[in-house]
């Protein structure tokens, strides 16, 4: 094991008493000290009940691609989402693992390590974010911190009421949410997607009405955003800076008719798929960036 990681994960122990050895648990032995979290989308739950996960995947990724909320630095970086490290999670004796459903290893993996509990990220109804508020309050019930998840859920409604009235005056024009993978390709988000249904709880429109995945997203080639005009575009970025440079430079991007009447703006990352608090997040920076168009 990395030396910084042996430090991060001795300092986790030291906070709080290691238990006994998975056999059985039941919900209400859950300490929320000592919780692993798989994938970012149940990190998120997590940390909006305001509990810091005692483990967590990809942290630097985490940074680059949702950013917020934020990871303590008593968090260990128990691997990659689709492949954690197994032997450093039995070593760390979580009471609680929490995985994304349909996403990273077979339960089975991990399962005999610690409880296990998963969470999809939309169902048959494709409203990610109903979804989401009903697994906040599932992990709460199972944490018990179903209080923190209804005060959250208040200050999320309030949050969004509030930001409606906001951009009541900004609705001129559809919205074009996009992010850059490579300078031949973009990622679209439209129906299914988390983006969507807060936008329609805000009233705006979505300009990308074609194919979606299951998780509300497309990979599309840039020569598709040509046929897309008079729209508010949005890209947000990951740690790209350099490709962001590179493709604003081809005569491709630059014909493209929200770059030519500038409406475009680049804001920093938030989760494509994740839960509530991604949603505020996407709220706050769709707020700036059509407060400047």
Same mark, same amino acid.
Request: proline share 9%; charged share 20%.
């Given at each position: 094991m990395p030396d910084f990681d042996r430090r991060r994960l001795l300092m986790a122990m030291a906070l709080a008493p290691l238990l006994p050895v998975f056999s059985g648990r039941a919900a209400s032995d859950i300490d929320?000290? &000592?919780?692993?979290? @798989?994938? *970012?989308?149940?990190?998120?739950? @997590?940390?909006? @009940?305001?509990? #810091?996960? +005692?483990? #967590?995947a990809e942290m630097y990724n985490y940074q680059l691609w949702v950013g917020e909320p934020k990871l303590p630095d008593t968090t260990v970086d128990v691997g990659l989402r689709t492949e954690p490290n197994l032997e450093l999670m039995v070593q760390m004796r979580p009471s609680l693992i929490l995985y994304s459903a349909g996403y990273g290893p077979a339960k089975e993996k991990f399962a005999k390590i610690a409880p296990a509990m998963g969470f999809a990220f939309s169902d048959a109804s494709g409203e990610p974010?109903?979804?989401a508020r009903q697994s906040l309050m599932q992990l709460a019930e199972r944490i018990g911190r179903v209080p923190q998840a209804q005060q959250h859920l208040t200050e999320f409604d309030a949050f969004i009421a509030a930001a409606k009235t906001r951009l009541a005056s900004k609705t001129r024009r559809p919205v074009l949410l996009m992010s850059l993978l490579d300078p031949r390709h973009a990622l679209v988000f439209g129906k299914g997607s988390l983006f969507l249904q807060v936008m329609d709880e805000l009233g705006l429109e979505n300009a990308w009405q074609g194919e979606t995945n299951f998780w509300g997203s497309a990979v599309i080639g840039l020569e598709r955003l040509a046929a897309i005009k008079d729209v508010d575009a949005i890209c947000f970025a990951h740690g790209d800076d350099n490709l962001m440079q590179q493709v604003s430079e081809m005569p491709l991007w630059q014909s493209f008719d929200f770059?030519?009447?500038?409406?475009?703006?680049?804001?920093?990352?938030? *989760? $494509?798929?994740?839960?509530?608090?991604?949603? +505020?997040? $996407?709220? &706050?920076?769709l707020d700036k960036a059509l407060g400047t168009l």
């Open positions: 929320p000290t &000592r919780i692993i979290s @798989l994938e *970012w989308l149940p990190t998120e739950l @997590l940390m909006a @009940l305001g509990v #810091a996960p +005692m483990g #967590a974010l109903t979804v770059v030519r009447n500038k409406r475009l703006r680049r804001v920093p990352q938030v *989760w $494509f798929y994740g839960g509530t608090p991604s949603a +505020m997040r $996407f709220c &706050r920076l």
